[in-house]
């Protein structure tokens, strides 16, 4: 489904990252680990579309991401991305519901998929173990373990083929990552899609079936 | 977005509403100023109509027309009834009607004249005076009110009324030995006329006829009103004296004429030009105003593109998360564009409801003060224009935040 070769990113203050060889089939969970300041995020951000490739190329079913313009690189990560980041994922002024409804507000493939939204978010809420009541919380109200959640039914909402997470579970203490990353996978579909993953913790490498380490990559 | 929109704007409650405020305030001023002008010089220049000139004493035209039209300070000095009769006699003349100014009832002024007064004297756009009760005076002791004098005393036909001397009420000074009887109530004009009380020349001359230099000598009861010789009551002054001619084409050389009458000083003033001189001096306080009030406006809208560029760095998250899932930067550069305009809106349709509330009050003040009472409107096309003009700029400055949320890398949001 994605193919990045060749990828090399020279940031503004004269650094360089040459990124290892990355390609995910439908199914597939992929974790890139490694420490902080390796450019997992910025690999992310160049998978996502966000950040235009420098050198090499990303294969994305049949599209090529150099030769797709910023603008259809935004309409691409809307069609196709799920996004989760490592904090601050939610709107404070939405409640949890409109919050979740961002996820295909910006598709029309997505938002034809998704059937009837209210019974979709309370179908992907149950499966990820909020309570129902969350729905109705205001979101500075939530605890951080229920806003990964909330951004992960975000994500999930409306089938992309890709899910991007870049370190979501890094604020979480390791019995709500473990219980977060169950609720996950659980509700991931394997069928369709495939996920992506950075992560500074190897521990929760039992999750995913192929792990990337940057630092091995790069000694 | 626009439901979007105004949830992130809610958040922001306050800063927006005061930048809301401050942008809807400085509309209101200019706006007003600009109402209160046109009305009033609308009010102005519907004074009086009909009148092709108006003689008295040589003065400025201004002050000829600010005691004669607009009832208001003093006339300085009086012409000659002799003068007066001298010019009725004219070839090039239609017809003339003298008035006498400087008495009062309860605040009102009292115009002495001819019944013809109300048979040629107009208002606004020709339109005659016309009796709402009664009719004109016919005898001496006979009086006619503007509509505001019969309404603010609760005055009707058959009332008694008592003249004062001079224009303010002290002791004394009272015409108590005489009585007028209201014959006539005239319908309202929005003019100065509504606040005047019109007496027989002959009448006012009665009232005077004991009176010396300001003072009263003796009394109207001590003397034989049917002794009096037929030309006593003829006033020996009038203040001035409007004037219709025949033809309009007459009418520089008629003022030159007069103004060489050798026999008195004496001058004529076409109403027209008086008033827009007189208008040409309240106008440009009024053109300082104006001015003002656009550098606030534009003060306004320069602190509403600083606070959208402000917010825009505390609304980083909700940016980043709307670039994540896939909106476009066009998308947030319109959504600060969009903020500009539902700001701009609200402080206008704030400032159409305020500034009508504001002439509501000041037309009732321009009514009291000057006597003339212009139309009630709620939004004209010049306003719709001005209204154009201030969303269009504030649509132009937020270009500003706007370009700069576009240029903005997903990246830098994104980590």
Redesign the interface.
Known sequence: MLEALGLEYRYQHGKKIVFPEIEIKRGQRLLISGFSGCGK??LL?LI?G??RLQAGDIKFDSTNYSSMS??LL??H???H?G?I?QT???????SVS?NIA??I???QSRKSKVADLNQEISRLVGSLGLEKDALNTPVSRLSVGQQQRVAAA?ALLGKPDLILADEPTSALDSDTTKKFLNEVMETFDSTKQAMIMVSHDASIAPYFDTVIDFNKQHA | MLSLLLKSMRSRVIPTSLVTISLMASMVLLLSIERIQQGAEEGFNQSISGVDAIIGPRSSSIELVLYTVFHLGRPTNNITTKTVNDVKLRGDISWLVPIALGDSHKGFRVVATEPNYFEHIKYANSQPLVFSKGVAFAELSEAVLGSDVAEKLSYTVGSEIQITHGSVESIGSKHDDFSFMVTGILNKTGTPIDQAIFLDLKGYELLHLGWKSGKKIFNLDDIDLSSLPDDALIPKTVTAAFIGLKSKLTLFNFSKNIREYPKEAISAVIPGIALSELWSIVGLVDKGFQLLSWIIIAISLIAMVTLIIASLDNRKQEMTIYRANGASPKFLAMMVLCESIVIGLTAIVGAIILVTIVTYFATAQLNLALGISPSFKWISMDEIKVFSLILLAGALSSLIPASMVFRKNLHQTLS
């Not at chain 1, 601050?88 to 939405?94: G, Q, T």
């Open positions: 995020t910025t951000s996502a966000a950040l910023s603008l935004d309409k990560r809307a069609d991305i996004y980041f601050l994922n939610l709107i404070p002024f939405l409109e961002l996820g507000r910006f598709s975000r």
